[in-house]
């Protein structure tokens, strides 16, 4: 049950970074979305809103983290299984508007350089995130520095792409840079 | 005068935009920022805090806009002038922190979907961009196909490493994007 609300906190503020980032999020509004006990809140999070957004940062992260690899191996190769993941995104995008964006960008477009336990949880999402694409593109043939660039440069494609959808209230930037993403990540031809 | 205060204040948000976005910007900051009179804020913005920081993201994409021109025509090509524009921007972090992104991206990650005006403007800079870079790839023989896809990855790249570089502290991403965007961008060999 304590494990339940603590949980239930986290996705809730996932999903509120997600939509409107963190400043625009209320510890209420919170409390609320996960139908927590209001006094729960500093129970759980003794380090308050930052502490909360940037277990959710965490925890988003490892759900993204998990789809990818997943779709990677289904699919055979970094590049099929990131143009993969951007067809679910951009299908999520025209199912549901694009009310939730990536919890990563968005936090670290807005909050993370005047946060500290934020730029922490960004960071440590956005390195893990390169050097796992990093790490695969080197496994598929890639050179070192080759590998390091083009992961970079595959994390910035999708994270860019995420976010001129919401700026643009179209899917389209997410189903355009498919084809470069799949073309630019291709196992080297030997 | 009256233009006077009108201006600093859009200016001011426009600081304030790519500090920390829509959401964590007040308007008695903005107007402490300005120096104007608090009464002065809804005579020139009758919509309030959404006209003037969608005013303010025009402002800062007309801003962009000039720059990117302007070394394109000193560079030669789109390729060139966009990784001049990456180096102004990295050099940027690299001398003031982490405290001022690009207004267009953290808009549209934190707060476009939820805010007519806002979306608007987003969806107009970002339009704009796109189909200016797509008509200069054109130009330097690139076909219209293609000149679309590598515009909209070239916006996608360049919003997504500023957006990293601000989430991981590091002006590293920016400075790895650009060897990847200059070679995506390089004209058609004939």
Redesign the interface.
């Known amino acids: 049950m304590t494990t339940d609300s603590r949980t239930r906190m986290i996705r809730a503020t996932a999903r509120l970074l997600r ?6 999020t209320g510890l209420n509004q919170i409390v609320a979305e996960a139908e927590a006990p209001k006094g729960s809140m500093y129970f759980h999070f003794p380090g308050g809103k930052a502490q909360l957004a940037a277990e959710a940062v965490d925890a988003f992260a490892a759900n993204v983290h998990e789809t990818i690899r997943t779709l990677v191996l289904d699919r055979g190769s970094q590049a099929e299984g990131l143009a993969a993941y951007l067809d679910l995104v951009a299908d999520g995008f025209d199912r549901d ?3 939730q ?2 919890a ?11 946060e500290p336990a934020l ?1 922490e949880a ?2 440590r ?3 893990a995130w390169t050097s796992g694409l990093e790490a695969g593109l080197s496994a598929e043939g890639h050179e070192p520095d080759t590998a ?3 992961a ?2 595959g ?7 995420i ?2 959808a ?4 179209s899917s ?2 997410v189903r ?2 498919r ?2 993403l799949r073309h ?1 990540l291709a196992p080297p031809s030997t």
């Open positions: 939509r409107q980032g963190y400043h625009g508007g694009f009310s964006g990536c990563i960008a968005t936090v670290s477009a807005e909050a993370a350089p005047t730029a960004t960071g999402a956005l390195r390091h660039r083009l970079t440069a994390v910035a494609l999708i994270e860019g792409a976010v001129m919401r700026g643009m209230s389209a930037p355009e840079v084809q470069t630019l």
